[in-house]
């Protein structure tokens, strides 16, 4: 398992766009991926999940992925979010 915090910088937060860029990204790989924001855990495969998590910009989250392809995994999510999520 590996897992790894990161502030959410895009404007808009993980409205619908970002959020599917992030879920088609998650479920490229055969891990778990989740993202856990305060108490809030959500399955980053899951577009529902992820819009229901209300992330918004400036929000600390923590990307938790277990498997086995999980550090490339990791290091896809993160780089996915400082590039922007895609906007």
Known sequence: MVKEKIII???TGLHLRPAGELSNLASSFQCSIRI??????A??????ALLGSCIKVGDEV???CEGED???ALA???ALINEGLGE
């Open 62 to 64: 923590e990307f938790i």
């Open 43 to 48: 399955d980053a495969k899951s577009l529902l």
């Open 9 to 11: 910088k895009n404007p």
């Open 36 to 41: 856990c924001k305060g108490s809030n855990m």
């Open 76 to 78: 896809a999510v993160l």
């Open 70 to 72: 999980e550090q490339e």
